[in-house]
Nanobody, 122 residues
Framework: QVQLVESGGGLVQPGGSLRLSCAAS????????MAWYRRAPDKQRELVAA???????NYADSVKGRFTISRDNAKNTVYLQMNSLKPEDTAVYYC????????????????WGQGTQVTVSS
């Protein structure tokens, strides 16, 4: 079994910063692309940022220049540094990872974390 556990969410004032972490654990053979998504109230889930195992990144236009995604392959962990936060960044943030499980079948599929709340408010 593979688990993704996020941490680092919370309440922050506009203009502030937060750093989210997401660690993959369990029966892992390999971790490929990792990403952060978010779902704001009454909105559809959207991709925030993604990073390949080689370190290539892409960002939603709304967060370019403010958010930075990074990863530590040795720890199977992805991070999201969020700066200059705005009220419209308020959402539940989810991480996703494409993982090959260390099982007999070596199945590869996406796994999701449980989500962490980020609230930007004064």
């Amino acid at each position: 079994q593979v688990q993704l556990v996020e941490s680092g969410g919370g309440l922050v004032q506009p203009g502030g910063s937060l750093r989210l972490s997401c660690a993959a654990s369990g029966s892992i053979f390999s971790v490929y692309a990792m990403a952060w998504y978010r779902r704001a109230p009454d909105k559809q889930r959207e991709l925030v940022a993604a990073i390949t195992s080689g370190g290539s990144t892409n960002y939603a236009d709304s967060v370019k220049g403010r958010f930075t995604i990074s990863r530590d392959n040795a720890k199977n962990t992805v991070y999201l540094q969020m700066n200059s936060l705005k009220p419209e960044d308020t959402a539940v943030y989810y991480c996703k990872a494409l993982v090959t499980a260390a099982t007999a079948t070596r199945a590869t599929r996406d796994y999701w974390g449980q989500g962490t709340q980020v609230t930007v408010s004064s």
